[in-house]
């Protein structure tokens, strides 16, 4: 498989997460390691993996969203007729649109009360890692009007198929 821009861009949310977990794991590991040979470690490392790890769960939350990973209402989906469970799919993704929406609007409130906050070891400004979960709730919110957009289309599609069948 070739690594093209178009792939990236497609696995970008997959990527950073990856990125960010990488990064949680290699400082966790580094630090256990410096403290057990020198009984003392880096001063930096609990800050930074907390905060790569904040941005690896709000991404990946939205990437295993994407794939559809995240536990859903299974149980009422696929009970009843088809129309039923195609109904109870757009109403789901109308309701994730709307919360992870008005998620995004209060973290970027979040953000903003707290602007000129700073870490407290590196010192630097609290809105690297508050941004997560902008970025986050963005990519879900996104994903759930494309599902949204996808689960109209198959709504009237089976609709209007239905109409000229006997």
Do not use: C
Request: aromatic share 16%; net charge positive.
């Amino acid at each position: 498989m070739s690594v093209t821009p178009k792939t990236i861009l497609k696995n970008l949310d997959l990527i950073i997460s990856g990125f960010f977990l990488s990064i949680t794991v290699l400082v966790v590991i580094v630090n256990v390691g410096l403290r057990y040979l020198f009984q003392g470690g880096l001063f930096w490392a609990e800050e930074v993996a907390t905060t790569s790890f904040i941005w690896s769960v709000f991404v990946g939350s939205a990437a295993a969203y994407r794939y559809k990973m995240h536990i859903g209402i299974d149980m009422v989906s696929r009970i009843g007729p088809p129309i039923w469970r195609k109904l109870v799919a757009v109403f789901v993704d109308i309701m994730m649109f709307v919360i992870n929406a008005y998620i995004v609007y209060l973290s970027v409130l979040y953000i903003r009360a707290n602007e000129l906050k700073r870490t407290p070891v590196l010192d630097i400004p609290a809105i690297y890692v508050n941004f997560a979960l902008t970025v986050g709730f963005s990519l879900m919110a996104a994903y759930a009007l494309f599902f949204l957009y996808r689960d109209v289309r198959k709504l009237f599609r089976s609709e209007e198929e239905g109409i000229g069948e006997v």
